[in-house]
C-alpha cells in the first residue's frame, strides 16, 4: 500500500523545479536508474517517480526498524522507542551514507596495493558502533563522524593519485537504493561546506539516504536483507571497536567491514543469493570479532573466576560505571585508589567483577547496584553517586540525575558532560571523582549477614575447568539438558518469558546466560544441580562474552563425539539489538540449529526472508504465552 501510495503521489508531480536538494552540495543528479530485478511494478513506478521528482518519498516523520523495540513491532514512525528524533535517524543515514563510500574507497585502495591507514578502519569501527541502538543521541558527534569519513575518503583518494593510480572505486548507477544522490564512491561533501553546514542541511541530505525513503524504491525483502548485514555490521563494528580499545586488531575483521559496506554498493547487491552469502561471511566474521574481543579481554584482564557479587549498600563515596568497557572500568578504578570512593558496577558491567586483574586488584570495586539497562533512569536517579556510561545501552538521562551523569568513548547525548579520550591514551576521570567527593554517597548499610550476593565469572575457563564433572553428570543421568538463556533485556512485558523459562527449567538441568536479559532471573535460587558439585545457574558474562559459550558447546561436542546440535543443549536467546544480531549470524554459521529468539521476529525480516532461515536452520520464535512448554519442547530437542 506504501508503495501504491507513493507511485500515485509521486506520478501526480508532473515537475520538480529546482528541488532545494539540487543546491546543496553532494547532490548528484541524472543517474540512469534500473529497478531491481525482485521488485514488483508498482514499486518500480515508485522509484521512477522518485527520479523523476528528485524528492525523497517521506510518508513518516522516519522510519527505524534496527531493534527489536520498535514500535509495534514494525517500525519507529514519529520518534524512537529509544527516544531516536527524526532528526537524528536522518543523521545517521547520512553518516552511513558516508560509511558506505569511505568502506568502497578503502577496499578499492587496499586491492590497487595502496595501504590504508588504520585510522580509516578505526573510523569505520568506532562510527558504526555509534549508530548502534542506544549508543549515540548527540548531533554534533555524528556531524563531527561525517566530516572525518570525508577527510579520510579525501586521504584514500590523493594515496591512490600518488601512486599513479588514475581510476576510482566502481559506482554503479543502477541501484535504486541510490537514487537521489550519488553512488556513495562517487559523492563527495567539501570540508568548508560541512564546517558551516546546519544541523537541518544535513538532515535534508540525509533524509535523501533514508531508509523511510529507500523503502519505498527497493523490494522489502532484498532490503531486509541488506539492513540485516547493515545491522550485523554495527554489532561486529562494536565488537572490533571494543577490541580496538584493548589494543587488539584483526586486518581481516577490519578489511571485511570495508569489503562488506562496499558490497552494499555493488551490483552483487541486486542477486539474492549473493547477499545471503555475504549474510554468512558476516556470520563467519562475526566469530572472529568475538574471539578478538574475548583476547583482549582475556589478556589484559585474566580469566574470569568465579566470583560473589554484592548487591546491596555498603556505605561510602560511589560511582556508577555502566555499559561494557573493561577499559574504562580499570582506568577509573586505578583513578580512585586511595579516594576513599566506591566503584559500583551497573548492567552489563556485572561480568567484570569475575576478572583477577579488577577483583583482585581494586578491593574498592565493591558490588553491582540496579538491573537491565532499561531500568537506569529508576537505578541512575536512586543511586546517591556519580554515573558514567560507557558503551550502549543509554537511555535519555532524568533531570534528577543529569548534573551528574559522564558519557565517554562512542556514547554521547547533548548535554550530558562527555569525558573525551584518544584511542590508546588513559582517560582524565577527575571531573567524575570530584562529582562522585560532592554527592553523599551510600550513608547505610544493611548487618553483613543481611547482605545479599550474586554469583558471576563462569566464562570458558571456568566452565571448561569442570568440563569432566559435567561429562560425568550427563553420562551418570544427572544432568539431563542444558539451557543457554541469554541475550538482551529491554522493557516490554513479553521479556518476562525469559525469567518463566529459567524458573521452569527442572531440577536435573543447568541454566547458561549471558548478557542481561540475565537480570530477569540472576538472583533467583537455582541451587546446585543434584548429585553434582554444579550450579545450576551459571553467568557466562556480557553480551560480548558471547564466544565463551561457542567455545564451551564447541568443546563439549568435541568430548560426546558429535555436533553442536548433537548436544543435550537448547539456545533460547532474547535480543535487542545489533550486537545480539552479529551474534545470531555468526551461531547460524556454524549451523547451530533450533534456536528460539524473541520476544519478537526482526522487523527487517520479510515473512520470505524468514522463512529462508527457518527452513535452513529451523530458527524458532518464541512462544511468549507458553514458555513451559517452550521448555518441554527443547528437552525433546525442538
Ligand atoms: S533503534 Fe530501535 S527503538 Fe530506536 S528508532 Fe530504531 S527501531 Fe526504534
Ligand atoms: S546485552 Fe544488549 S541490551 Fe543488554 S546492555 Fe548489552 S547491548 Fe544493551
Redesign the pocket.
Known sequence: MASLRCATRLASLTRVSQSVFARLPGFAGGQAHTAVRASPLLVRACAAAAELAKQPVLDNKMF????E???KGT??TTV???G?TPEM?FLQDLLTYSLKGLGCWADFARQQGVEVPRKVYSLLNAATFATL?NVNFHDARFKEYISTCQSLREGLEKSLRDKGIDASPPAPVNLPWFDLLAHPAAWKLNQSYLAAASMDQLTQLGKMTSLEHRRHVVDPTLLGLHEMITYGLRGLAAYSHHAEVLGHRDPEVDEFMARCYAFLCSEDALDLGKTLGMVDELGAVGVKGMQLLDKGHTTKFGHPEPTQVRITPKKGKAILISGHDLQDTHDLLAQTEGTGINVWTHGELLPAHGYPALKKRFPHLVGNYGGAWYRQQKDFAEFPGAVLMTTNCIVEPRQSYADRIFTTGEVGWAGVRHIEGEMGRTKDYSALISKAQELPGFEYEPPESEAKFVTTGFARNAVLGVAGEVVKAVQEGHLKHIFLIGGCDGSEPDRKYFGRVADATPQDTMVLTLGCGKFRFYDHDFGMLPNTPLPRLVDMGQCNDAYSAVVVASKLAEVFGTDINGLPLSLDLSWLEQKAVIILLSLLHLNVKNIRIGPRAPAFLTPEALKVIVDKWNLQIVDTKNPESDVQKMMAGQ
Not at 527505524?64 to 531493534?67: E, G, K, T
Request: net charge positive; glycine share 14%.
Open positions: 527505524c526498524y534496527q531493534c523495540q520498535t514500535s517500525g519507529c524512537g522507542v529509544c531516536k535517524a541502538t
